[in-house]
């Protein structure tokens, strides 16, 4: 072939770029919009599904999808992903079920991940809070590393770089939690990722330690840079009820039971390949779900995302942005007067 993939791939994104920029940046305002109508709410007290219902229900507002059941297209804007309210040696990937009880307490760590999509383009923006001083120097450490991340992002970069940066950042640090002291680790096994229309993680992965991979950004890419920090160990394990979910995009089998192909008719319906969780469909109408739920994850036409934590009686924290690489210059879409 006369024309080379990367080449190829810089003409695709070209031709879809201005609009897919104008997307981003309204999904952007959105989302600072939903974490100042937040921020004031997050107090010891208040239950994480309360939380999580006030982000979404501000989410379905702001994008004009406050009833799925109504919208012409579901997915058209809304949700990007289900809220993460990730607490303490919990990093990511825990959202509320039906029927939670959890309360936030003064001792807490609560990440907060919120994702906004316009017609499938995505904003990933996290932050880290927590209410006693002993903490701050591991919020400020794995908020630094981001930064540091962001800084090191550009066109022709390769990815290990990144995560060599942001790993020396992060380790430079030192927190004291409750007469002991810590250095901040990076979680190496998780990372940032590139973004594709309607699929949250795009192929590419931006580590938060050196890890080899020569793999280079690339002009008119969309990246999530996220690092991840903690007092533990610094590897995340699969752990705890599972509450995200999302369609296996290249699997094109049925299911073989009739309940199952009901609920798959109504998660292609209502978000595609987005990310979903339980209290989504709860909210849909739809009942007694779970054995054909657990069924079609079975046959690998929907992936479970269960809970990703570090040893117990850690603490972890995490900071994202959302950057567009443009061929002159890096625009923070997602930056806020927040952070």
Same mark, same amino acid.
């Given at each position: 072939?006369?024309?080379?993939?990367? &080449?190829?791939?810089?003409?695709?994104?070209?031709?879809? *770029?201005?609009? @897919?920029?104008?997307?981003?940046?309204?999904?952007?305002?959105?989302?600072?919009?939903?974490?100042?109508?937040?921020?004031?709410?997050?107090?010891?007290?208040?239950?994480?599904?309360?939380?999580?219902?006030?982000?979404?229900?501000?989410?379905?507002?702001?994008?004009?999808? &406050?009833?799925?059941?109504?919208?012409?297209?579901?997915? *058209?804007?809304?949700?990007? +992903?289900?809220?993460?309210?990730? #607490?303490?040696? =919990?990093?990511?990937? +825990?959202?509320?079920?039906?029927?939670?009880?959890?309360?936030?307490?003064?001792?807490?760590?609560?990440?907060?991940?919120?994702?906004? !999509? $316009?017609?499938?383009? %995505?904003?990933?923006?996290?932050?880290?809070?927590?209410?006693?001083?002993?903490?701050?120097?591991?919020?400020?450490? $794995? @908020?630094?590393?981001?930064?540091?991340?962001?800084? !090191?992002?550009? %066109?022709?970069?390769?990815?290990?770089?990144?995560?060599?940066?942001?790993?020396?950042? /992060?380790?430079?640090?030192?927190?004291? %939690?409750?007469?002991?002291?810590?250095?901040?680790?990076?979680? @190496?096994?998780? =990372?940032?990722?590139?973004?594709?229309?309607?699929?949250?993680?795009?192929?590419?992965?931006?580590? %938060? $330690?050196?890890?080899?991979?020569?793999?280079? /950004?690339?002009?008119?890419?969309?990246?999530?840079?996220?690092? +991840?920090?903690?007092?533990?160990?610094?590897?995340? $394990?699969?752990?705890?009820?599972?509450?995200?979910?999302?369609?296996?995009?290249?699997?094109?089998?049925?299911?073989?039971?009739?309940?199952?192909?009901?609920?798959?008719?109504?998660?292609?319906?209502?978000?595609?390949?987005?990310?979903?969780?339980?209290?989504?469909?709860?909210?849909?109408?739809?009942?007694?779900? #779970?054995?054909?739920?657990?069924?079609?994850?079975?046959?690998?036409?929907? !992936?479970?995302?269960?809970?990703?934590?570090?040893?117990?009686?850690?603490?972890?924290?995490? +900071? &994202?942005?959302?950057?567009?690489?443009?061929?002159?210059?890096? &625009?923070?879409?997602?930056?806020?007067?927040?952070?």
């Amino acid at each position: 072939k006369r024309t080379p993939a990367a &080449e190829k791939r810089y003409f695709e994104r070209d031709q879809e *770029s201005q609009q @897919r920029w104008i997307e981003v940046r309204k999904g952007a305002e959105i989302h600072r919009r939903v974490r100042k109508n937040v921020q004031g709410k997050l107090q010891p007290g208040v239950s994480l599904t309360d939380i999580a219902n006030t982000i979404e229900d501000a989410t379905r507002k702001f994008t004009g999808a &406050e009833d799925l059941t109504t919208m012409e297209n579901p997915i *058209s804007q809304g949700i990007g +992903f289900p809220t993460g309210l990730s #607490l303490n040696h =919990c990093a990511a990937h +825990f959202t509320p079920n039906a029927g939670d009880q959890t309360i936030l307490k003064k001792e807490d760590v609560l990440k907060v991940d919120i994702g906004v !999509q $316009v017609n499938g383009y %995505i904003v990933d923006s996290a932050f880290t809070v927590a209410f006693e001083p002993q903490y701050d120097n591991l919020l400020t450490a $794995v @908020r630094e590393a981001t930064y540091e991340g962001i800084k !090191q992002s550009g %066109i022709d970069v390769r990815l290990t770089d990144i995560g060599e940066a942001v790993q020396e950042v /992060m380790e430079s640090y030192e927190v004291d %939690i409750n007469g002991k002291t810590f250095q901040v680790k990076p979680c @190496r096994n998780l =990372c940032g990722h590139n973004i594709a229309p309607y699929t949250i993680h795009g192929g590419k992965s931006v580590p %938060i $330690v050196k890890n080899g991979d020569t793999t280079k /950004m690339e002009e008119g890419e969309h990246f999530a840079i996220e690092t +991840f920090g903690t007092t533990g160990r610094g590897y995340v $394990v699969s752990g705890g009820e599972c509450s995200h979910y999302a369609r296996s995009p290249d699997v094109n089998i049925q299911p073989t039971l009739s309940r199952a192909k009901q609920l798959l008719h109504a998660i292609d319906k209502n978000f595609g390949t987005l990310p979903f969780c339980r209290r989504y469909l709860d909210k849909l109408g739809e009942d007694k779900y #779970l054995y054909a739920l657990n069924n079609l994850v079975k046959q690998g036409i929907v !992936q479970d995302y269960p809970p990703l934590n570090d040893i117990h009686g850690s603490y972890t924290a995490q +900071f &994202e942005h959302t950057i567009l690489l443009h061929p002159h210059k890096k &625009e923070v879409v997602s930056k806020g007067d927040d952070y």
